[in-house]
């Protein structure tokens, strides 16, 4: 009897398979699992208006023309946005990734700046409305379909996941298999064959 080929074994195999149950799993442990319904953005990314760059939040408007010397009022940092409102003549010191305040609608890159007091800048270059700034929802908007289901989940796929918020994936459970091996020829490992 001649021996089947696999490509014939795989099909044989696969023509009685059957998708299997589901089940909810913590997305750190979803790597390498295949997803059974798709990954939507449960947020906006960034879910705020955001700086690209390391600088000062300012008005477009107030540095049209420079050199501007700005009032430096407070502090914008990832994780601890700016509570207050900026108004004309004023700046907030912010940090790449931090809440826009309100009241502002640029950033100037720390480097076309110049710090003449603790409490002051000089803004050296303009800036247009909006430059420097991440827009709300840029990477993907609230109910977004990030990733689809059948997707076998990488790591790029986790990250992004985890990105939209998403705490936990709904996966295809893992498939039990079994092996069976048969013959009088055979003997547990260790043991001694006849």
Not at 11 to 16: S, V
Not at 20 to 42: C, F, H, N, Q, W
Not at 58 to 79: E, F, N, Q, Y
Not at 166 to 178: D, F, I, L, S, T
Request: charged share 20%; no cysteine.
């Amino acid at each position: 009897m001649a021996l089947m080929p696999v490509e014939d074994a795989r099909a044989r195999i696969l023509q009685g398979a059957r998708r299997g149950a589901t089940e909810s799993v913590r997305l750190a442990d979803g790597l390498g699992r295949v997803l059974a319904t798709p990954v939507k953005a449960i947020r906006d990314q960034p879910p705020f208006e955001a700086s690209a760059m390391d600088g000062y939040a300012v008005k477009a408007s107030d540095v049209a023309a420079v050199p501007a010397l700005l009032r430096v009022i407070g502090i914008s940092a990832a994780g601890h946005g700016f509570k207050g409102h900026v108004t004309s003549g004023e700046a907030v010191r912010i940090f790449t990734g931090a809440p826009l305040p309100k009241g502002t609608d640029a950033v100037v890159i720390q480097e076309n700046t110049a710090v003449s007091a603790p409490s002051q800048v000089t803004i050296l270059h303009p800036v247009r409305e909006a430059q420097n700034v991440r827009s709300r929802g840029l990477d993907f908007k609230r109910g977004e379909t990030l990733l689809t289901a059948g997707t076998r989940l990488n790591a790029r796929d986790i990250g992004l996941a985890g990105a939209a918020n998403a705490g936990q994936v709904r996966v295809v459970r893992k498939p039990m298999v079994a092996v069976f091996a048969t013959g009088d020829e055979l003997v547990a490992p260790g043991g001694r064959p006849n």
